[in-house]
T-cell receptor
Framework: GAGVSQSPSNKVTEKGKDVELRCDPI?????LYWYRQSLGQGLEFLIY????????KSGLPSDRFSAERTGGSVSTLTIQRTQQEDSAVYLC????????????FGAGTRLSVL | QKEVEQDPGPLSVPEGAIVSLNCTYS??????FMWYRQYSRKGPELLMY????GNKEDGRFTAQVDKSSKYISLFIRDSQPSDSATYLC?????????????FGAGTRLAVHP
C-alpha cells in the first residue's frame, strides 16, 4: 500500500509568513509523529498523536508551532510568523503503536524561510 | 549530555570495505534499538531492529547491542556505493508517557568505487 505522504515537498516562504505542512499517514496507523531535521542534525521530536488521546506537544519549540490531526488520519503542522531558524526538513512518521513502535517516514517537507 | 551520541562523520570507505557505525546512550531504560538509513532528500527508512542485547544479521548488515556498555553497532560487509547514505540509530524507551523514539544525530557514509 501507499507510504506516508507529505506535501508540499518544498516550501519557500518569507520571514513572518505562516505555513502549513500536510501529512497523510499510512492507512490504519493510529500513531502520527512530526519531527524536525536541521542540516547535519538528528531528528528533533515535535509532536505525537495517538488515536483520540490528547497529543503530546512536549517537543514543540515555541507557541508559533501547532498541529492538528483530523479524523484520526491527516495531520497539518502550522508554523506562524516563520523565522529563519525554522528552516529545516519537517518529517512525518506513522506507526501502529505496539511494543515495537516501528515508525515509517514520509520524504519530508523542506522549508526555507528567507 | 545527549541521551544518544553518534559520531556524525563523514565516513569515507572504499567499495568492499567493512563499515562499523556506532552509538552510545545513557538511558538504561532503552529496550528497542533501531538503525535507519536516510538517502539524500528522502525520509529515513528502517534498516535493522533489535530487542535487548545480542546480534541480528540481515544479509550484509549486522546489528549488535551491548546493554551493559550502553553501546550499539551496525556493521556493513562488502560495502557498496549504494550504501552511501546517512545512518541514524534510534532507541525506544517505555518509561514516561509513551513509546518515545530517540534518534542519534546520524553518521554520513560515503562508499567510493
Amino acid at each position: 500500500g501507499a507510504g506516508v505522504s507529505q506535501s508540499p515537498s518544498n516550501k519557500v516562504t518569507e520571514k513572518g509568513k505562516d505555513v502549513e505542512l500536510r501529512c497523510d499517514p499510512i492507512s490504519g496507523h493510529t500513531a502520527l509523529y512530526w519531527y524536525r531535521q536541521s542540516l547535519g542534525q538528528g531528528l528533533e521530536f515535535l509532536i505525537y498523536f495517538q488515536g483520540n488521546s490528547a497529543p503530546d506537544k512536549s517537543g514543540l519549540p515555541s507557541d508559533r508551532f501547532s498541529a492538528e490531526r483530523t479524523g484520526g488520519s491527516v495531520s497539518t503542522l502550522t508554523i506562524q510568523r516563520t523565522q529563519q531558524e525554522d528552516s529545516a526538513v519537517y518529517l512525518c512518521a506513522s506507526s501502529i503503536v505496539d511494543r515495537g513502535n516501528i515508525q515509517y517516514f514520509g520524504a519530508g517537507t523542506r522549508l526555507s524561510v528567507l | 549530555q545527549k541521551e544518544v551520541e553518534q559520531d556524525p562523520g563523514p565516513l569515507s570507505v572504499p567499495e568492499g570495505a567493512i563499515v562499523s557505525l556506532n552509538c552510545t546512550y545513557s538511558n538504561s531504560a532503552f529496550q528497542y534499538f533501531m538503525w535507519y538509513r536516510q538517502y539524500s532528500r528522502k525520509g529515513p527508512e528502517l534498516l535493522m531492529y533489535t530487542y535487548s542485547s545480542g546480534n541480528k544479521e540481515d544479509g550484509r548488515f549486522t546489528a549488535q547491542v551491548d546493554k551493559s556498555s550502553k553501546y550499539i553497532s551496525l556493521f556493513i560487509r562488502d560495502s557498496q556505493p549504494s550504501d552511501s547514505a546517512t545512518y541514524l540509530c534510534a532507541m525506544i524507551s517505555f518509561s514516561g508517557g509513551y513509546n518515545k523514539l530517540i534518534f542519534g544525530a546520524g553518521t554520513r557514509l560515503a562508499v567510493h568505487p
